[in-house]
């Protein structure tokens, strides 16, 4: 089954607005890790932002913010003032602390931000 | 600089011909695992190390091999590669309780014909 699903193959964003990427996750673990990650046209994947099971505050890191609702298993990724720079595919991943800590990634979101 | 080495960038090579994509770690990171990365399914895992010596398979282990001789290397080995593995690959390491996610190799585009 998977465990973490992306709904939105693609979005689009006006330059300066906000934008909302969602992801929902499956696990039976307590103790688990909620991560994002970006990869540009050149490919590399470039770590956003961490959300812990155990965290009771909304992670965030500058421009990105993490929408967690753990009752609804969704950790949606919010993106403010976007920029053109943000086009990108971004990827959901979950970490299970106690299942052999493997990085379960959703398929990934496809984001065209427009001046 | 903290990074994770792959090499080579780009490969072409035929169908048979046994090839190693290189992976190396300068962090001291006990955790290291393999993705590949195919248009619409995302990443999936191929293998993983907990540490030196110990290995396990991921989800798609087909037709691949490792080994952790050595905490920084864990390279990739494709015994007989075939078109369908034909893909972007990922090696990245992280701790074991790494909150910061894994570090990400810069990726090996192979293409086997």
């Known amino acids: 089954a998977q465990k973490i699903t992306q709904t939105q193959p693609g979005m689009f964003v006006q330059e300066k607005e906000a934008v909302t990427l969602d992801c929902t996750y499956d696990?039976?673990?307590?103790?688990?890790?909620l991560f994002w990650y970006k990869q540009p046209s050149s490919g590399e994947m470039i770590f956003l932002i961490y959300?812990?099971?155990?965290?009771?505050q909304n992670a965030t890191e500058g421009r990105y913010s993490l929408n967690f609702q753990k009752a609804r298993k969704s950790a949606n990724l919010v993106i403010s003032a976007s920029q053109l720079g943000d086009s990108a595919m971004y990827f959901c991943a979950m970490r299970e602390w106690n299942s052999g800590y493997a990085l379960n990634f959703g398929k990934g979101t496809s984001l065209l931000v427009t001046p | 600089e903290a990074q994770v080495t792959q090499n080579p960038r780009y490969l072409i090579t035929v169908t048979g011909k046994k090839l190693t994509v290189t992976c190396s770690q300068n962090?001291?990171?006990?955790?290291m695992s393999w993705y590949r990365q195919d248009p619409g399914l995302g990443l999936r895992q191929i293998y993983y190390?907990?540490?030196?010596?110990?290995?396990d398979k991921g989800d798609v282990p087909e037709g691949y091999k490792v080994s952790r001789k050595e905490k920084r290397n864990f390279p990739l080995i494709l015994e007989s590669p075939s078109p369908n593995q034909t893909s972007l690959y990922f090696c990245?390491?992280?701790?074991?309780?790494?909150?910061?996610?894994?570090?990400f190799g810069s990726g090996t585009r192979l293409t086997v014909v």
């Open positions: 962090m001291n990171h006990e955790y």
């Open positions: 959300q812990g099971s155990y965290d009771e």
């Open positions: 990245a390491s992280s701790l074991r309780q790494g909150v910061d996610g894994y570090t």
């Open positions: 190390s907990m540490n030196v010596e110990v290995t």
């Open positions: 696990t039976s673990d307590q103790s688990y890790g």
